[in-house]
């Protein structure tokens, strides 16, 4: 089996004040697996993941550094180009959109990537997804992450994920915020999309999520913008016992 991305050499800057975030990053992620990128705040990981699906407040400064999709560079389409092809990014904290139902967003998110299928397809998914996540069918009367708690944002994001069925799903601290039974429901959420065939890439600070996932096969730890060290799950005790500082020695 090959790999879903790749990042290669790859150096980040922040348009706004061209600050220099991610220095010459190079990681490789296998199709049909579920990695973990953990590192101390600030070291470059939401970037990352904004940059992989082309959020425009971020540049590649430099030539050599591209982005793989399945072995096809896709670092000069925008952001709706790769999301139909089948990349999916969670925000840290999303973002209010008054005025928006969750359920409108939903419903023109997943008619624009599943053209030939019918209201009552979405529908039933709609409807399987709230059950997935223990959620009230109200729900998606509110507005898109307007007056949200915390932890139902986190949950409106998982709702996309389960829709959308994306090749390859990023998730920026799914877990932070959420209650004991929410990391739960979402962590099963996670599973579920994974046994589909999508391939998980999970941003956390916590060993707690990753207690929850099955099969992960790569950690990778980030640190001032580069890639430190990459292991499997023991790394995560490690770094949990350890911290950060045990990385660099
Ligand atoms: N759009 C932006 N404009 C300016 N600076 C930015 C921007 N995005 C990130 N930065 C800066 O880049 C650095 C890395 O931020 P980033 O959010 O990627 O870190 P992170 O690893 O996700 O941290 P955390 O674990 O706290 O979420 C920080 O110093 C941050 O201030
Ligand atoms: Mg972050």
Same mark, same amino acid.
């Given at each position: 089996?090959?790999?879903?991305?790749? =990042?290669? $050499? !790859? *150096?980040?800057?922040?348009? #706004?004040?061209?600050?220099?975030? =991610?220095? $010459? !990053? *190079?990681?490789?992620?296998? #199709?049909?697996?579920?990695?973990? =990128?953990?590192?101390?705040n600030g070291s470059g990981k939401s970037s990352l993941c904004q940059t992989i699906i082309g959020n425009p407040e971020y540049s590649i400064t430099d030539d050599l550094g591209d982005i793989l999709f399945f072995n096809e560079s896709i670092k000069s389409l925008k952001v709706n180009e790769r999301a139909l092809k089948g990349i999916f990014v969670s925000f840290q904290n999303p973002v209010e959109v008054a005025g928006v139902s969750i359920a409108s967003f939903l419903r023109q998110s997943y008619f624009n990537k599943f053209k030939d299928k019918k209201f009552n397809d979405f529908k039933e998914e709609l409807l399987k997804s709230l059950e997935l996540l223990k959620l009230d069918n109200d729900f998606i009367t509110k507005s898109l992450n307007e007056n949200l708690s915390g932890g139902e944002k986190k949950k409106s994001e998982i709702l996309q994920l389960l829709l959308l069925k994306p090749k390859l799903a990023i998730l920026d601290e799914i877990d932070s915020g959420l209650d004991i039974d929410a990391l739960?429901?979402?962590?099963?959420?996670?599973?579920?999309?994974?046994?589909?065939?999508?391939?998980?890439?999970?941003?956390?600070?916590?060993?707690?999520?990753?207690?929850?996932?099955?099969?992960?096969?790569?950690?990778?730890v980030i640190m001032d913008g580069e890639l430190k060290k990459t292991g499997d799950k023991k790394l995560i005790e490690e770094l949990e016992k350890n911290g950060y500082k045990a990385i660099n020695s």
């Open positions: 089996m090959g790999y879903i991305l790749e =990042i290669k $050499n !790859l *150096s980040v800057e922040a348009n #706004e004040n061209h600050l220099k975030i =991610i220095h $010459n !990053l *190079s990681i490789k992620f296998p #199709e049909e697996s579920v990695s973990v =990128i953990m590192g101390p739960r429901i979402v962590s099963n959420a996670i599973n579920t999309v994974k046994n589909q065939g999508t391939t998980i890439i999970l941003v956390t600070h916590y060993k707690r999520l990753t207690e929850y996932i099955d099969d992960i096969q790569n950690v990778f």
